[in-house]
């Protein structure tokens, strides 16, 4: 329900705090008090179109504010969370409006779009009016309506699940009838490309393993080479060991003779010498670690020309050319045993056709059992609101062809105001007057089922007499039993049978402001009230009585 409703400078109105409680609040004052500034500014909080026109004169925004306390399953709640709202607690939707024309919309203070802020609103409130076009005239809702009423809401839930599962195998089907007419069309490629990856049997990850194998055996084979060569100039005929030896030996025999003179050089030498036989042993073990097989160089380098040539040829990376063989095998596969598996996918689609229009045609019956039943309920609302010679048409066209997740049905809210005249959609058919009683009499008969928390009527009592309007302030009481009713009137009748009664008037602050006020009243203020929209502007005694033989004799039902 809408808790509380803040407005502060939309034309008018200044500064207005709001409360509002459950059942039913009538909104009354002269003409021109400021009535529809209250709703405008109540269809901007809840997302409605923003107007630079609303921003009180001299002032560069203006702003309103509405509170509701809803249970946490309620509709509102799954929207704010799906787009990554806050939806705890109450839900608080703001519009700032700029003189400027640009508007701002704010979700429990984040900042949002005003589609999301009207999506939000429209599962809190619904405006009804003389001239309103949504809400029950929008054929959009009607089957929804429909199978609320009847209590049909799971049975929809279950054909929807069938009609998934219709669309699934569907799906299913025609991708593999596609797979294998493909397939067909490209048989004696695929059977030869299949057979040509088979036998080059590629593997995840086996280019990169073998270019760095081919990179190693390179450097290896390059580092060989120079290893060799270097063995060969120590231990080769070339070699300079041999002769350094033999000078070592004739040198060593000469160091008794001069040891002074040749000591140092012998052992000079010799280190040499030992160092020089050690780096030769380390040449010729590296010479015989570096050795490797040229032909599986050349084997590395096969394969692996191999499976880039393969990637080519298939315009593919290399590391998918076992995903493409394993696809054109199962391209294959589908097209030698695709008549078995079409079979059971036509099969299988069959099955869930049928079980779809078994339950479509079932729900569709219940649906038009329920439709007798609402145009029943409505018609016994209809002779108190002085439409005794109209009725509702409850216009269901089934079509069972066209499956949908809801079922086969295409149903609207038609309406004939008169015997022998033609019947046709309600909002086109009917009168302002019309519409808003017919609205009335079709809220009562659905009472709860599919409705907003929060119901406003707009002047719908206007234009009719007293016998009408009591009819229309009961209904709108009984209404307030399941909802929360706000209603803008000019009937004493149905103001009396509120709960709550708000005075909406206007009077200047000063030569050149007037402001609009909202006084909640009671009591004696109420019975003057009341007998104002009685009488008129010159309130008389005969008129206070009948104001308060109302408020005695219309308990709220």
């Known amino acids: 329900m809408l808790v509380t409703l803040s407005i502060r400078d939309i034309v008018l109105i200044d500064k207005l705090d709001l409360s509002f409680e459950t059942g039913m609040t009538v909104l009354t004052g002269e003409t021109g ?3 529809s500034i209250l709703l405008d500014s109540l269809s901007l909080a809840l997302g409605g179109r923003g107007d630079a026109g609303l921003v009180r004169q001299g002032q560069e925004r203006g702003q309103i504010t509405a509170v509701f306390d809803v249970p946490l399953t309620h509709p509102a709640r799954r929207i704010m969370a ?3 709202q806050d939806a705890d607690g109450d839900i608080i939707l703001r519009r700032v409006q700029a003189a400027d024309g640009r508007t701002r919309a704010y979700l429990n203070d984040a900042p949002v779009s005003a589609g999301l802020l009207r999506r939000v609103g429209e599962t809190l409130v619904e405006v009804h009016g003389q001239h309103d076009e949504r809400a029950l005239v929008d054929p959009q809702t009607h089957r929804r309506l429909i199978d609320s009423f009847g209590g049909l809401s799971e049975e929809c839930a279950e054909l929807g699940a069938l009609y998934r599962a219709y669309s699934s195998a569907k799906r299913e089907l025609s991708q593999l009838e596609k797979r294998i007419d493909e397939a067909r069309r490209e048989a004696d490629y695929l059977r030869s490309s299949v057979d040509e990856l088979s036998g080059l049997d590629p593997q995840a990850g086996e280019e990169q393993e073998l270019a760095l194998k081919r990179q190693d055996m390179m450097q290896v084979e390059k580092i060989a080479s120079e290893l060799i060569e270097a063995h060969e100039t120590l231990d080769g005929g070339t070699s300079p060991i041999p002769e350094l030896a033999s000078l070592l030996r004739r040198l060593e025999r000469k160091v008794e003779q001069v040891p002074a003179l040749l000591s140092g050089v012998v052992e000079q030498l010799g280190t040499a010498l030992d160092n020089l ?6 040449l010729q073990l590296a010479v015989r670690a570096s050795e490797f097989d040229q032909g599986e160089l050349e084997r590395v ?3 692996l020309f191999g499976l880039r040539a393969a990637s080519r040829k298939f315009a593919v990376p290399v590391d998918e050319l076992p995903k493409l063989r394993d696809n054109m095998a199962a391209d294959l596969e589908d097209l030698d045993a695709g008549e078995d598996k079409l079979l059971a996918l036509r099969q299988k689609l069959d099955e869930t056709a049928a079980a779809y229009d078994r339950k479509a045609l079932q729900l569709s ?6 439709a007798r039943a609402l145009e029943e309920a409505v018609h016994q609302e209809l002779p108190a609101l002085k439409l005794e010679r109209a009725r509702l048409i409850v216009d269901q066209q089934v079509d069972e062809g066209a499956r949908g997740p809801e079922g086969i049905d295409t149903i609207e809210f038609h309406a004939q105001t008169n015997p022998g005249t033609r019947s046709g959609p309600m909002f086109k058919v009917a009168s302002g007057g019309e519409l808003s009683r017919f609205l009335l009499a079709l809220k009562v008969s659905l ?6 928390p929060t119901l406003v009527f707009d002047e719908i009592d206007t234009g009719v007499g007293g016998a009408v309007a009591e009819a229309i302030g009961l209904r709108l009481a009984r209404l307030a039993r399941q909802v929360q009713v706000l209603t803008v009137t000019h009937a004493p009748q149905v103001a009396a049978r509120a709960g709550g009664h708000l005075l909406i008037s206007k009077h200047a ?10 006084q909640e009243i009671f009591a004696d203020t109420r019975l003057e009230e009341v007998a104002r929209m009685l009488a008129g502007s010159k309130i008389s005694d005969e008129a206070r009585a009948a104001a308060a033989h109302l408020l005695e004799e219309a308990p709220v039902v």
């Open 82 to 84: 799906e787009n990554d």
């Open 365 to 370: 019956q219940k649906r038009s059992n329920t």
């Open 277 to 282: 036989e050690e780096a030769r042993a380390g």
């Open 509 to 518: 602050v000063s030569e050149e402001q007037v402001v609009t006020n909202v």
């Open 33 to 35: 008090a400021g009535k």
């Open 447 to 452: 009472a709860d089922k599919g409705s907003a």
């Open 301 to 303: 380098e096969e394969r």
